[in-house]
């Protein structure tokens, strides 16, 4: 059993913020980079944030200056702080991480949450 979970998602009038959080599972060991994706209906899943091990991080053009991804490598956490969101944020959101879990390497996916903005 592979494990991501998350937390945070909900529903937002523009200009407002969330937090969303993602915890690996105890037997997962993250050894690479943590990111977040997003995917609205009709739509490519798309990369929205990632922050290598040693705190490099990338952004997408739409979401640069607005997000903020962060982790805890100890806790092998993830979270993405989201502030002046817009209507088109609208999406599930699902955190990724490149882990190994019982020598089994590999890419892991959240279960995703809804992230709703309203206009």
Avoid at 84 to 113: F, I, R
Wanted: with cysteine.
């Amino acid at each position: 059993q592979v494990r991501l979970v998350e937390s945070g998602g909900g529903r937002v009038q523009a200009g407002g913020s969330l937090r969303l959080s993602c915890a690996a599972s105890g037997s997962i060991i993250s050894i690479g980079p943590m990111a977040w994706y997003r995917q609205a209906p009709g739509k490519e899943r798309e990369l929205v944030a990632s922050m290598t091990s040693g705190g490099n991080t990338n952004y997408a053009d739409s979401v640069k200056g607005r997000f903020t991804i962060s982790r805890d490598n100890a806790k092998n956490t993830v979270s993405l702080q989201m502030n002046s969101l817009k209507p088109e944020d609208t999406a599930v959101y699902y955190c990724n991480c490149l882990g190994d879990y019982h020598g089994n390497l590999a890419t892991y996916w959240g279960q995703g949450t809804q992230v709703t903005v309203s206009s």
